[in-house]
T-cell receptor
Framework: KAGVTQTPRYLIKTRGQQVTLSCSPI?????VSWYQQTPGQGLQFLFE???????NKGNFPGRFSGRQFSNSRSEMNVSTLELGDSALYLC????????????FGPGTRLTVL | AQKVTQAQTEISVVEKEDVTLDCVYE???????LFWYKQPPSGELVFLIR??????QNEISGRYSWNFQKSTSSFNFTITASQVVDSAVYFC?????????????FGDGTTLTVKP
């Protein structure tokens, strides 16, 4: 059974640009959650999608958005990038949601210059 | 508001020693879930255990054991006879299912180094 995949694995952008990250969940999982991991703030919950609907959202500005497609694949978008957005972005999938066992992908390392 | 505190930032032990990682949580909900995850140097978080607030039974899985105590709001994790491969960052997490449902909170993590 294939695990959670995230693309790209590494990304370098400059301030003001926008970026789209992709996550393919484990087959059969309908929930996809996104997290931001930084040395200063730790692991922070961004949002969760379930069956193409955003079900839960963390405390991040509107520059952070996402969507989920009918095949459960999810994308996360960050607009008007700031230096502080440099982080490891992790995607996790599960059957039922964030209350369930989550399977994490390897992450996308975003560097904003 | 929910909060997870892992007071131990770093722990270093010698192989075969037992080690306990502490986790203290805060929540106003009566229904919630607690988790432990392991993040090895490769970076990918690995699920270790999930516990709901109504199940205070301790659990043992091989060399791993978990002690859940609602009275002290703690969910501690013990590794018995530690091995070098246990070296990783360990995260405790909380997910509320009541009025604050839909939020997932992680502790800052404890970096465990097991020396040969």
């Amino acid at each position: 059974k294939a695990g959670v995949t995230q693309t790209p694995r590494y990304l370098i952008k400059t301030r003001g640009q926008q970026v789209t990250l992709s996550c393919s969940p484990i087959s059969g999982h309908r929930s996809v959650s996104w997290y931001q991991q930084t040395p200063g703030q730790g692991l922070q919950f961004l949002f969760e999608y379930f069956s193409e609907t955003q079900r839960n959202k963390g405390n991040f500005p509107g520059r952070f958005s996402g969507r989920q497609f009918s095949n459960s694949r999810s994308e996360m978008n960050v607009s008007t990038l700031e230096l502080g957005d440099s982080a490891l972005y992790l995607c996790a999938s599960s059957f039922a949601g964030i209350d369930d066992e989550q399977f994490f992908g390897p992450g996308t390392r975003l560097t904003v210059l | 508001a929910q909060k997870v505190t892992q007071a131990q930032t770093e722990i270093s032990v010698v192989e075969k020693e037992d080690v306990t990682l502490d986790c203290v949580y805060e929540t106003r909900d009566t229904t919630y879930y607690l988790f432990w995850y392991k993040q090895p140097p490769s970076g990918e978080l690995v699920f270790l255990i999930r516990r709901n607030s109504f199940d205070e039974q301790n659990e043992i899985s091989g060399r791993y054991s978990w002690n859940f105590q609602k009275s002290t709001s703690s969910f501690n994790f013990t590794i018995t006879a530690s091995q070098v491969v246990d070296s990783a960052v360990y995260f405790c997490a909380l997910s509320e299912a009541g009025t604050n449902a839909g939020k997932s909170t992680f502790g800052d993590g404890t970096t465990l180094t097991v020396k040969p």
